[in-house]
């Protein structure tokens, strides 16, 4: 089954958090990097990861 999760990282006090949105397809051994984002684009990366992955 293929798992699908976020890696969130907080840099520096004065930088953005930055977000990478990533799909690891287990059995076809694959890593997919799908997006990168911040807060702000959270909702949009969301909706852009779910359809994405929908041709999986």
């Known amino acids: 089954m293929p798992i699908k999760n ?3 990282q907080q840099p520096l006090s004065s930088a953005a958090q ?3 949105y990533v799909y690891a397809y287990v059995l076809g051994r ?5 997006c990168a984002g911040d807060k702000q684009s ?3 990366d969301n909706s852009y990861c ?5 041709q999986f």
């Open 6 to 8: 976020t890696i969130t």
């Open 18 to 20: 930055t977000r990478l």
């Open 30 to 34: 694959k890593l997919h990097l799908i």
């Open 42 to 44: 959270q909702p949009r």
């Open 50 to 54: 779910k359809q994405y992955i929908s």
